[in-house]
């Protein structure tokens, strides 16, 4: 079992920046992808960010690249999410997830097993 804690969230003005932590607990999760995933309110859960257990394999939602940029550090168990510029509709809760494996570079909400319990964005115009 992994157990995920996210952590980081808040409410800010657009154009500014938040970081996201995913910290993790029970196994390393090296071997593990790690995602960000978000929902806001009346949408459904959308992938943001995904990177490979090596952390050089990243993959990002078109609304994410080149503001944002997802990190681990498997010493720390830890994975993060650099989130640049941001945008009110960047609003939304958002979830960190694990598997040791998924489909396409993003993987779908069903491909991961263990979900942290999210952390709440707000981004004010």
């Known amino acids: 079992q992994v157990q995920l804690v996210e952590s980081g969230g808040g409410l800010v003005q657009a154009g500014a920046s938040l970081r996201l932590a995913c910290a993790a607990s029970?196994?390393?999760?090296?071997?593990?992808?790690m995602a960000w995933f978000r929902q806001a309110p009346g949408k459904e859960r959308e992938a943001v960010a995904a990177i490979r257990g090596s952390g050089i394999i990243t993959a990002y939602a078109d609304s994410a690249k080149g503001r944002f940029t997802i990190s681990r550090d498997n010493a720390k168990n830890t994975v993060y999410l650099q989130m640049n510029s941001l945008k009110p509709e960047d609003t939304a809760v958002y979830y960190c997830a694990a598997d040791r494996a998924v489909s396409g570079a993003l993987g779908r909400s069903q491909d991961y097993d263990y979900w942290g319990q999210g952390t709440q964005v707000t981004v004010s115009s």
């Open positions: 029970g196994r390393s999760i090296s071997p593990y992808v």
